[in-house]
């Protein structure tokens, strides 16, 4: 099934970490909920790429769980087996002032400030803004986000919601069954962390050019810790869980993906010709269209485009490995042929291979040159085919 997924997004350069709940610890006991999480700051919903002017209300329904305030911080707790990952960017009072962060500049602070237990390679670039701390401990990670010296040093730094939660998607949830309901009712396998999140998905549907969100029976839910259970229970039955995709995001302004026309920071390129205008005022149709990505004859924002295949792919190992959208992509080699020439059957099999001649000995004083010619050369024939065979009688 497809399903559309109008969650607001944060405007940033890549994409943000699956949606923050507003999570806390009172009233709730158990190893697994030690940890505290952030509330999602609110921004605009998600535009739809073929109409920027429409912003379409939601109706979607979210269930979080009620025990986490608003305002609280990610933490590791001690069931969570690492890698303790901590983000770290540079407080910046507008954000489209364009400040970066190096990883071997913020490693010379660390190390200046005496912060102990990283691992050895853990000071990555995971954003222009955004670099990515791996310490060796839950403990250390924990400790480091409060540290009064990042906001003396204007540095801000949390712990990314990806690394101590886990997205499931669930099929089959009755579309009169509240996410309050599902949530409180749903028995989880031992190991399993809480549920402090259900939103329900819902479809997108267009009649005589409205646009409306239809509920779906698919639910994503948000689990506490480290571990995705393969199902859960709700009402005697059991509920397969896999793993969510987060749907790709790209700039209706640009093309680009991983952020929104509200945060793009690039020239305008149009998605119909990739030329530098905004594509709504562009004439060109698909026919004649020219992808800003790979060249093709379809519009950048086709779902054919070999690059939004590879954003797709990007989405799936982000989930898979619970990583950065930058580290995602560089497992993936970029688009930067024409499709059609991607398309083309590899023919290195019948390339000209050009090797060099091997060195030869010197010829020593005592060569007959006319006696090794006669030795090696090939007989002359005395068949009109060439053959240097004589048959017998001839
Ligand atoms: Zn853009
Ligand atoms: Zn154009
Ligand atoms: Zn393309």
């Known amino acids: 099934m497809e399903c559309e997924d109008p969650e607001p997004r944060a405007p940033d350069k890549v994409p943000p970490d699956p949606p923050y709940p507003n999570t806390?610890?009172?009233?709730?006991?158990?190893?697994?909920?030690?940890r505290r999480c952030v509330e999602e700051p609110q921004t605009?919903?998600?535009?739809?790429?073929?109409?920027?002017?429409?912003?379409?209300?939601?109706?979607?329904?979210?269930?979080?769980?009620?025990?986490?305030?608003?305002?609280a911080i990610n933490t590791y707790s001690e069931n969570d087996k690492g890698p303790y990952i901590v983000h770290v960017s540079r407080?910046?009072?507008?954000?489209?002032?364009?400040?970066?962060?190096?990883?071997?500049?913020?490693?010379?602070?660390?190390?200046?400030?005496?912060f102990q237990n990283i691992h050895r390679e853990g000071v990555k670039r995971v954003g222009r803004n955004k670099?990515?701390?791996?310490?060796?401990?839950?403990?250390?990670?924990?400790?480091?986000?409060?540290?009064?010296?990042?906001?003396?040093?204007?540095?801000?730094?949390?712990?990314?919601?990806?690394?101590?939660?886990?997205?499931?998607?669930?099929?089959?949830?009755?579309?009169?069954?509240?996410?309050?309901?599902?949530?409180?009712?749903?028995l989880l396998p031992p190991g399993c962390g809480n549920i402090i999140k259900a939103r329900r998905l819902s479809r997108k549907n267009v009649e005589d050019?409205?646009?409306?969100?239809?509920?779906?029976?698919?639910?994503?839910v948000t689990f506490l810790g480290q571990s995705l259970p393969s199902k859960i229970f709700l009402y005697y039955t059991s509920l397969p869980v896999e793993l969510y995709n987060f749907p790709t995001t790209q700039c209706?302004?640009?093309?680009?993906?991983?952020?929104?026309?509200?945060?793009?920071?690039?020239?305008?390129?149009?998605?119909?010709c990739s030329k530098e205008h905004l594509g709504d005022s562009c004439e060109v149709t698909e026919s004649g269209a020219s992808c800003a990505h790979c060249l093709?004859?379809?519009?950048?924002?086709?779902?054919?485009?070999?690059?939004?295949?590879?954003?797709?792919?990007?989405?799936?190992?982000?989930?898979?490995?619970s990583i950065s959208y930058v580290e995602a992509c560089a497992q993936f080699p970029t688009v930067s042929r024409p499709y059609s020439e991607i398309a083309q059957p590899n023919h290195s099999s019948v390339r000209t291979?050009?090797?060099?001649?091997?060195?030869?000995?010197?010829?020593?004083?005592?060569?007959?040159?006319?006696?090794?010619?006669?030795?090696?050369?090939?007989?002359?024939?005395?068949?009109?085919?060439?053959?240097?065979?004589?048959?017998?009688?001839?």
Request: hydrophobic share 35%; net charge positive.
């Open 24 to 34: 806390g610890t009172s009233g709730v006991s158990g190893a697994n909920l030690k």
């Open 44 to 71: 605009p919903a998600k535009k739809n790429i073929s109409n920027p002017d429409l912003t379409v209300p939601s109706i979607q329904t979210v269930y979080t769980h009620p025990s986490f305030v608003i305002g």
């Open 91 to 114: 407080i910046s009072p507008d954000p489209a002032a364009g400040t970066s962060i190096r990883p071997i500049k913020f490693g010379q602070f660390l190390s200046n400030h005496k």
């Open 131 to 186: 670099i990515s701390v791996q310490f060796t401990s839950a403990e250390d990670a924990n400790n480091f986000i409060t540290s009064p010296v990042l906001a003396l040093c204007k540095y801000t730094a949390s712990i990314p919601t990806f690394s101590v939660t886990r997205m499931g998607l669930v099929r089959q949830v009755p579309t009169d069954l509240s996410m309050e309901e599902f949530a409180t009712n749903a």
């Open 209 to 220: 050019g409205k646009v409306s969100w239809v509920p779906t029976q698919s639910v994503v």
């Open 252 to 272: 209706y302004a640009c093309c680009r993906y991983g952020h929104t026309k509200a945060a793009c920071r690039s020239k305008p390129r149009c998605f119909r």
């Open 296 to 321: 093709g004859r379809h519009f950048a924002t086709n779902r054919s485009c070999p690059e939004q295949e590879r954003q797709r792919s990007i989405k799936v190992v982000m989930a898979q490995q």
């Open 353 to 394: 291979i050009y090797t060099t001649p091997r060195p030869r000995a010197p010829l020593g004083k005592s060569y007959d040159k006319v006696a090794h010619r006669d030795l090696v050369s090939t007989p002359v024939s005395s068949m009109p085919n060439g053959c240097a065979i004589i048959e017998p009688g001839t």
